[in-house]
């Protein structure tokens, strides 16, 4: 079970720290990643992290040098942490987790991840 928490609304240029807590049954090689969906458009990747690791990491192109996703193996909680927010970062945010590693073949789709999140809404003023 996912609870992802931290949205809220936000003036561009401003910061929000997303985070994801997972509970239950988890595994020795997981994954987890964030993605976002905004108003009319498909749901989109935003990031994710190989737990075990913690180093192996992925982005969009679109939130590259902005975002940040890390975890805290004693909390079992990944984050999200989002500088320099922009319009177009509108969105409602969705943490998942994928049974089994990320890496370079796995841990950007959306068929990769088996359980999700409900949603936290971040909105960005201009």
């Known amino acids: 079970q996912l609870q992802a928490s931290g949205g809220g609304l936000v003036q561009a240029g401003g910061s929000l720290r997303l985070s994801c807590v997972a509970s239950?049954?988890?595994?020795?090689?997981?994954?987890m990643g964030w993605f976002r969906q905004a108003p009319g458009k498909e749901r989109e990747f935003v990031a994710s992290?190989?737990?075990?690791?913690?180093?192996?990491?992925y982005y969009a192109d679109s939130v590259k040098g902005r975002f940040t996703i890390s975890r805290d193996n004693a909390k079992n909680t990944a984050y999200l942490q989002m500088n320099n927010l922009k319009p177009e970062d509108t969105a409602v945010y969705y943490c998942?987790?994928?049974?089994?590693?990320?890496?370079?073949?796995?841990?950007?789709?959306?068929?990769?991840?088996?359980?999700w999140g409900q949603g936290t809404l971040v909105t960005v003023s201009s």
């Open positions: 239950g049954r988890t595994f020795t090689r997981f994954g």
């Open positions: 992290i190989d737990w075990l690791s913690g180093t192996t990491k």
């Open positions: 998942a987790v994928r049974q089994g590693s990320v890496g370079a073949n796995f841990g950007r789709r959306q068929t990769d991840f088996s359980s």
